[in-house]
């Protein structure tokens, strides 16, 4: 994960996520080899969470961004689920979860 860097890239938003005050998301989102994921503060958060927008670079095309973005927050998902995030919610972008998937089933056909 990188400081948000407009050269050669189109960062675009795929969500934006709440999260408990220093579960360390954005430090967990840094191991992700697969793919680069920017993060960016969102205000107006309520006492006790913050808010952040997950944004992916699609200078890559876009299925790959797809790709990142339905893998991003499945991992997400994976880690609340693991024990590993207390507190995680998708405010905005649940539907790549579901868009993705559905894309891939049918170009495997």
């Known amino acids: 994960m990188n400081a948000i860097d407009s050269s050669a890239r189109q960062w675009r938003v795929i969500a934006t996520v709440e999260t408990r005050v220093g579960d360390g998301v954005v430090g967990k989102l840094s191991r992700c080899e ?9 205000d107006g958060a309520p006492d006790g969470s913050c808010w952040f927008n997950l944004l992916i670079d699609a200078s890559e095309g876009e299925r790959r961004y797809e790709q990142a973005a339905h893998a991003v927050l499945r991992m997400l998902h994976h880690m609340r689920d693991a024990g590993a995030i207390t507190e995680f919610r998708v405010a905005d972008g649940n539907q790549w979860l579901t868009r993705s998937h559905e894309q891939s089933r049918r170009a495997d056909r």
Request: charged fraction near 20%; aromatic fraction near 12%.
């Open 34 to 42: 697969a793919f680069e994921v920017g993060v960016e503060a969102v």
